[in-house]
């Protein structure tokens, strides 16, 4: 992967971002995300932001080495704290667990004033998201789910509105599952949600055999709640 070609995963989160942007990239790594979209005259400005120090240096020399400095700045801090208020109107963050991507965005409600689309890629827990999401007057507007050298992604795309239109059916599968995934149900969320309930079905299987505790009822009412979601949504599909 390089500023030219980006990985599938980020190549979908690309193609949210809209024209003549001012974009955050938080956890931006390398700044592959910002370079790429730069050297597409795709957006106008662009903040890398990095809290590790290894990526963040390795971000400066990019921005550096492809002469984008004008365009591109490279901050060091943790979450949003990158960005001032009403610096920019679209917010990235990819590759990232659900339930940090949430609190980063939690954390930093208070830059999020001028931000008309948020753009989130997490690789687990993309759950945690859209309940922080409908919590916080966020709609998604699209989501996409993908398969890229045996991993499963989703990409979440929001804009401020009304959430609970999309919530009304069935909230609880809704949120699991991404309300535009589970009715598209392609290749990648039939095989994800596939190996999610035979995991959960294996956890299952030694809770019942474990000794009988409040704790250990709990948890197998919520993986039989779990695994019953997943069969009502991918009843006939195979991948």
Same mark, same amino acid.
């Given at each position: 992967?390089?500023?030219d070609?980006?990985?599938?995963? =980020?190549?979908?989160?690309?193609?949210?971002?809209?024209?003549?942007?001012?974009?955050?990239?938080?956890?931006?790594?390398?700044?592959?995300?910002?370079?790429?979209?730069?050297?597409?005259?795709?957006?106008?400005?662009?903040?890398?932001?990095?809290?590790?120090?290894?990526?963040?240096?390795?971000?400066?020399?990019?921005?550096?080495?492809?002469?984008?400095?004008?365009?591109?700045?490279?901050?060091?801090?943790n979450?949003?704290?990158?960005?001032?208020?009403?610096?920019?109107?679209?917010?990235t963050?990819?590759?990232?667990?659900?339930? =940090?991507?949430?609190?980063?965005?939690?954390?930093?409600?208070?830059?999020?004033?001028?931000?008309?689309? =948020?753009?989130?890629?997490?690789?687990?827990?993309?759950?945690?998201?859209?309940?922080?999401?409908?919590?916080? !007057?966020?709609?998604?507007?699209?989501e996409?789910?993908?398969?890229?050298?045996?991993?499963?992604?989703?990409?979440?795309?929001?804009?401020? !509105?009304?959430?609970?239109? =999309?919530?009304?059916?069935?909230?609880?599968?809704?949120?699991?599952?991404?309300?535009?995934?589970?009715?598209?149900?392609?290749?990648?969320?039939?095989?994800?949600?596939?190996?999610?309930?035979?995991?959960?079905?294996?956890?299952?299987?030694?809770?019942?055999?474990?000794?009988?505790?409040?704790?250990?009822?709990?948890?197998?009412?919520?993986?039989?709640?779990?695994?019953?979601?997943?069969?009502?949504?991918?009843?006939?599909?195979?991948?």
């Amino acid at each position: 992967m390089n500023t030219d070609k980006l990985s599938k995963r =980020l190549e979908t989160v690309a193609k949210y971002i809209p024209k003549n942007a001012k974009f955050a990239d938080i956890g931006s790594d390398h700044a592959y995300l910002p370079c790429y979209m730069v050297k597409k005259s795709d957006v106008r400005f662009a903040i890398a932001g990095e809290v590790v120090e290894g990526p963040f240096q390795s971000a400066v020399k990019q921005v550096k080495q492809e002469g984008f400095t004008s365009k591109i700045s490279v901050r060091k801090g943790n979450g949003l704290e990158v960005i001032e208020p009403n610096e920019v109107d679209c917010i990235t963050i990819a590759g990232m667990g659900g339930t =940090l991507i949430a609190t980063i965005l939690e954390n930093g409600k208070a830059k999020l004033g001028a931000v008309q689309r =948020l753009i989130l890629q997490p690789n687990i827990s993309a759950s945690s998201i859209r309940e922080w999401l409908l919590t916080n !007057g966020w709609t998604l507007i699209a989501e996409e789910i993908l398969e890229e050298d045996g991993k499963i992604y989703e990409v979440l795309v929001a804009e401020k !509105g009304n959430p609970y239109s =999309l919530y009304k059916a069935n909230k609880e599968s809704a949120l699991l599952f991404g309300p535009f995934l589970m009715r598209e149900k392609n290749t990648a969320f039939v095989k994800k949600w596939t190996i999610e309930k035979k995991n959960w079905q294996r956890i299952l299987t030694q809770l019942e055999s474990a000794p009988e505790s409040v704790e250990n009822s709990l948890k197998r009412k919520e993986l039989q709640g779990k695994i019953k979601l997943v069969d009502e949504v991918i009843k006939n599909e195979e991948y």
